[in-house]
């Protein structure tokens, strides 16, 4: 007789499991937020479903306000979700349902961390009754355990205060790591901690529903986000995408390769689990929004079409119709104010026939995974925000350096055809045997702690090559300056950093012809490598070989120049000859950047989804064999050369023998 | 035999009307500040007042300081005022005596609410004492209640916080509308709770004398006044105008369009009272203003003109003399440092010469009533202070930006020779039984009443025309969005809102050749009017008949663009043919932007007078019949066509037949 | 037998001689901070000082962290820093010692002021410790008493407030005084008695070290340095000077020029004692610094040079290596981050190099007092500073004006080839004879108290000559408005201000030909003086004599507009035929603007240190006799015409008969 716990364990793997699997066979599945709230009739509900079914949406979200599952007297009372849900059944949409427990009437995020004993059994109290409520109702497809979390800076209550000396308490700290560094690892631990008990509660009650928690403002908010540990009790891991709230470091243009970012930044963080966007800007701002817009159709367009190449099971926008009163509303909405159809509208349900008429193409379809990944560090975040002194013009030491160092490579391969990764460093299997045409790139990531170089050192002993710029490793994890010290990061780059110069502003060093640093350069002092680069008699760059493996090696930042020196970085790749190493998922050459392309395999087939999202056309001129456009579900022949005109996307079928 | 309680009724009710009469046959009464201070001789009152005299000022204003009138034993000694009492009785000024309870001796505007029981009782005790000695000094003339009342945000004290709860208690008020309208509507109440309860206090020792108040930064503290119940206690309203501190907005080339929208903003708010300058810049800033200037005497004489153009029945500069310490000190004055005569009190007394020599021009002179009113109301600027999110560039949604609309429409109506009111909605009269030839303008009044939509309502059966711009009426009073709900605004446009795009920054959408909207664009879905105009097929303007009137609806930002799209307003008013229907008052054309044009009639005349405050001389060509130009009090013929100088005025005067 | 006070006071006076006397024979010692911390082995430290040694280094400054002089129990262990002075003691090095009792460890900057009665007690404790430990110790050179005194702004702790209670209740403080000017005079006090505190606890153990203080921000924070009474417990004062955190006032090639008003100002508040660098970038900025950059090797020489011209003692670079870990850790070393040799630091090493092959003509180095002193005072200080209302872009009343328009003057005479004195007022000797050549310059020293008006009589009666522009004098001592009462001034002016105005933003006023105001124009009513300039029929500069003496006065600020209107000094100095008078000490002409000039004497020669701080050559004609060029120990014929290279210096080397 089969022991009842581990009947439950075993039951609970096999959910894992299903949960974990494909929603829609691997096609796509397009919804928004449904906003339901008091006030509204069945007619307006059902004429809400109805729209999205017709359009072709199979998925929705809804946040399920404590306040409204309370009727005056404060007795729990479903009517009006009981209802939503019933209209999605009708209409064969599913849904997320967030969970959204008491919060103030101006506070439109939710509740991100507890501040309270008391708050915490009103939350389990309030699962307590919504869970099982619901957990059985057909259309359920997933519980959403907080709405975006993420808080950025540590609470000062005396509940938070209180947990951070218990973790402190228990670690050996350094004075400087404590002041600097240990408020953001313990938040990062601690957003980990009340997402687990959460999920622990709900599957207290529900153990057959996907738990689901979606990232906001990831590009800075992605410090305290320990996405390993997540994916142990999640099944699937979300991006809450809003341009006019996330987007300030970019121009608008720049909005699509920053999304493509956002996407590629989540999708790693999942891990094994789906990947989804669970908030994408589907309407305008009014007062809202830091940098507020409304969507274009042609955005909404590129966007899908990035967040279905990054290999989104699904994309959730923000919102289908909006809220009538308070912040917010009147603002997000697909819909217009009468609930009927708009152009943006008009643009997913294209998409969704489409993709419908394509759906074999998509069955089981898989991210194409990228031979080169731009790993970035929390660690190097927190030392960057702790270390701030003063906002000033300086490139690489403000806010944000360290992140966009990353982003500035992202964008430039991204232009030239490559679709590389863009992860936490601890989100990369290092466990292989063989990383043989494999490049890491570490772009200005000021900390690098001992692990991280190891595990980086076994990449290279095993075949893999790395390139580093900017002030990558000066600190260790307790902040210490390691130049100073056993610099270990020289366990990779066989030389030593000498020097750091601090340049003027708006002065360029030079590291070889047409390839400069800005805001620092750094001298090398070598010692086993191979120097590659000298501006007069200092060293500044090196390549070493460990193993099987090389790391090149420029600690000046030269990817955050690419934006004021246009081609600095793609004359380092030339002069490195990185195409010839890395061009294997290279199908294309275009003639001016822009292109932002993303790749997924089906089978014997690879799709390319290929954004223009600029304002004037590119010609691109086709390399790979075997290439066809996919339209309407025929794949059709296709010229060497194309031009892909502005703001649009095409889509690419390629018959590929290996995959 | 007379009830005694009904003769004090009657009584006042004489005073009320006797109070409320023209202090002067209606012949503007000019008088600055004087600054009364512990250490002035006699001899230098005496000289002060004379030279008040001199330069033919009539009237001035004294801020009785707690502080100056105890002596060292705390004893009360109203030595230092008496004398400037009676200096003023000799040179025959009249006074507006200033109620200046104690306060820090840094706080250069006094006391504006009271914080605590025992700081009301010691107003009290104050008055009792203050009005009581000079309520029968011959040269009183008014008490000013309180120096420049609000306050911009709430107070956080108990003692305010008390009464806020208090207020709520009474009232059935939506979550959003606690958090976002509520605070600044008690602010609104307790304001004039406070002057009631200041009024009533005098009113108990001073039956006879007028009570006034002044209001300053008006186009931003608006929101906090609400005039029609003050009018009902006060006998006049003045107006706080100091370009220095509160004209941020406009350059200085602006301040006398924008001194003159201040103007009438408080004229209109005086109701059935006299209108009063109470404080005007009058010389120079060293350390204070926010954007600190010397006044010129061209503009002295711009803004003199203004004043008495808008129907002030006087205007006192702020100040005579100036300051001998702390702050502000030897700032402001009219006259010099020697307490003599300087190129702006020339200028003074050259207007007043004029104007006694045209005095029987004046007699009795009343502001022409427009038939065209810029109606704006304190809700929608509630919302817009509410609902900030970030100080970004964005036209419509920025703080300020509902009352920059009306004031961009004022500013065009001006330069086009119109005088158009510029009103709370509560102040404009509704009563009446025909509107024929009135035109009521509402400009991005984001915020719409029921009550206020019903009385617009009734204005246009009647024969009322109203022109509609901007996001008008998309929230309710307690922040609903209307567009999703049964959008109430329909009473008037015949058409609902069915989308607002937010436009990206510097993007104009087309609403008509030549005619161009900023920040947002509205489409509209029409239901029984006339499509006026369209965009492609989108409908973004109505016409809408009601009655015998019409409504026109762009609800799309036009008045905020008329800035950057030179001709945007003028545009559509010529494509309206509004000229053809508004242009009774109206009787110049002229080659150039920047007129600001007042008209005021007394007996059979209109008198006509027209700034022209740019450093360009402009052409202006004279329609209307029987005009004259007035100058040393004898009218004078005049040509068609007419130069007006840079920076300066000229007077014309005009036989009317019907006033 | 002598009383053992008498002994102790004669003993105590006698080393007061010794320890003001001049360090090494004239001859400038350079060095720089030892950072000595946690985990240094013994041979890195000996590295260091080796190094030291090697490039003729002759003094460092160690800050003696009390965590790092205590073991893990708590108790105190010198080793550490007993290893650092037996190593400096083997490499000759000197040794300030700066004592740093504990602090919190984010606080880079240690203890400026005390904030409870214990930590005056744990202070006292410390010194006991460290004072008496390394008191005999042979390299010790000076205490460092506090590290940067000056905070900026009045601490709100319990601790200092009553103490601020107690220094208000025995002063008679008027109520605008106590508001804005009594904060900041009791400021100055209280540092003033801390530093004496700690003094006289060193004094008690050890009455043999010098006693020493380095100031930081001297431009802002000097305010609350009262040097006067410092000298006369101190034996030397020195200046901390970083241009990536004080010099956000000037632009980078004014860097020079500013490091040589900020030693000039300290240099003069040494008053008799000597004055030194006590700190000086060395490095590069990484995180650090609001204005981060790495000094050029060309900048060390040049500020070097500076210092040294100054009359500097000895000039001590921060740092010499760099912190190992936390902020700054990694910047501001003259060293490489391997302990060896910079471009910078072989730039002291070839200056030590010159410094000793020409050891003679340094030999009782003074310097040449100059003729002319700007004369600066804090009170106008704390006026500037209480009175700001607006962070606008109008000259003359923005915070750091007043210290702005002093060196606006200082850069022009020094680009004239003078070399003026900064100096606080009351640093300014009265006290002698004749005045006869001497000149004093007051630029918008808005206070003027009644002791310097009659110190400055005194000083123009014997002779001496005052120029005055700006806002000078216009409020006394209690922020009383001068021109509005009595104007004391006028005691040197003979005539008083009429008005002031405001000028609009970018608006010059004329003066005279050429010579223009800016901010604000002042016309002057003339009493017993001579009218120099009149803008029609405003009088607006007057010559005034007074006994020997002679004022000009022009009370519009004419220094600050030298900025925008190059030669606005330069015209004002001509047409007042400066030249003629006050040119003895001027030895040459100057093709173009930035020559920065100093000048020491050492017995019957003149050394004249000339930089070039600028990016262009500037070519200099010679006109006093007996001129030679320095270099190698042996001066050389030297044309009368010379080119000086950019960003160099050249030492010239004059014979002067009387000195």
Redesign the interface.
């Known amino acids: 007789m089969m022991n009842n716990t581990l009947y439950t364990t075993l039951l609970l793997l096999f959910f894992q499991f299903t949960l974990n699997a494909q929603s829609n066979n691997g096609l796509p599945m397009i919804g928004a937020q449904m906003i339901i709230e008091p006030g509204q009739s069945d007619e307006e509900i059902d004429q809400l479903f109805a729209l999205m079914e017709s359009t072709g949406m199979t998925v929705c979200r809804i946040r399920m306000f404590e306040s409204y599952l309370k009727n005056e007297k404060d007795d729990w009372d479903f009517t009006l979700f009981d209802k939503a849900f019933d209209s999605a059944q009708k209409h064969n949409v599913k849904i997320f349902a967030t969970l959204f427990p008491s919060t103030s ?2 506070d439109i995020g939710g509740v991100k961390l507890p501040s309270s004993e008391e708050q915490l059994l009103q939350i389990e109290e309030y699962m307590k009754h919504v869970v099982a409520h619901y957990k059985s109702h057909s259309q359920l497809f997933a519980w959403v355990l907080i709405n975006e979390p993420g808080v950025g800076d540590l609470p000062k209550d005396d509940f938070t205060q209180k947990r951070y000396q218990e973790w402190k308490s228990k670690r050996s700290i ?3 790591e ?3 560094m240990s408020p953001q690892a313990f938040l990062t631990d601690y957003n980990t901690w009340f997402l687990n008990w959460i999920a622990s509660k709900v599957r207290s009650i529900d153990q057959k529903t996907a738990l689901h928690v979606n990232n906001h403002m990831a590009f800075q908010l992605v410090r305290e986000y320990d996405f390993p540990k997540w994916s142990e009790f999640l099944n699937s891991l979300g991006a809450s995408a809003h341009p006019s709230w996330h987007y300030g470091w970019f121009s ?1 243009e720049d909005y699509t390769m920053a999304f493509s970012a956002n996407c590629k930044l989540i999708q790693s963080g999942a891990i094994k689990n789906n990947f989804w966007i669970t908030e994408l800007q589907g309407g ?11 969507p274009t159709k042609e955005e909404i367009s590129l966007w899908l079409w990035t967040g279905i190449g990054t290999g989104a099971e699904g994309i959730i926008f923000w919102s289908f ?7 917010e ?2 603002e997000w909405g697909l819909v ?5 159809m ?1 152009d943006r509208l008009e643009e997913v349900q294209k998409i969704n026939q489409f993709l419908k008429s394509n759906e074999k193409f998509f069955r089981d379809k898989k991210v194409v995974e990228s031979n080169i990944s731009i790993l970035y560090n929390r660690e190097s975040m927190w030392a960057e925000k702790a ?4 906002q ?1 013009p ?1 490139t690489g ?1 403000d806010y944000g350096s360290t992140m966009l160092s990353s982003i500035e490579f992202y964008k430039f391969l991204q232009n030239e055809g490559y679709q590389p990764n863009l992860k936490e460093l601890r989100e990369f299997d290092f466990s292989k045997n063989n990383y043989d045409g494999q490049l890491i790139i570490l772009s200005h990531q000021v900390v690098m702690t001992d692990q991280m170089i190891k595990n980086l050192r076994g990449f290279i002993e095993k075949g893999g090559q790395v390139l580093i710029d900017g ?1 990558t490793g ?2 260790d994890a ?4 390691e ?3 056993d ?1 270990k990061l020289q366990l990779l780059t066989g030389g ?9 502003s708006n002065t360029q060093f030079d590291i070889h012809e047409n390839i400069v640093s800005t805001g ?1 350069m750094t ?1 090398i ?1 070598n010692k086993s490598a191979h120097e590659i680069y000298k501006n007069n008699s200092k060293i500044v760059g090196l390549k070493n070989s460990i193993g099987k493996g090389t790391v090149t090696w420029i600690p000046s930042p030269l990817a955050l120049e690419n934006k004021n020196s246009k081609g600095n970085l793609k004359n380092l790749w030339d002069d490195l000859e990185m195409d010839q190493q890395f061009a294997s998922n290279k199908i294309l050459e275009c003639d001016k950047e822009g292109l932002i392309h993303h790749t997924l395999k089906s089978k014997n087939q690879w799709l390319h989804i290929i954004n223009n999202p600029t304002k004037t056309s590119i010609d691109i001129t086709l390399k790979g064999a075997d290439i066809k456009q996919l339209n309407d579900g025929v794949p059709k022949k296709v010229d060497q050369k194309i031009k892909i005109g502005v703001e649009s996307t095409i889509i690419l079928i390629q018959k590929r023998k290996s995959l």
């Open positions: 009437v101006d350094t004075a400087f404590e002041k600097f608008r305008t701002n009014i007062y809202s929004g830091y940098f507020p817009l409304c119709n909006s809220r009538k009163s308070g912040i509303a009147g217009n104010y009468e609930n009927g708009t270390l701030q002194t003063w000033g300086t030491r002030l000066i600190y307790q902040l210490n300056f130049p100073t010290s610099f030593e950093i000498l020097e750091i110069k601090h340049l003027p620092f001298e002092k």
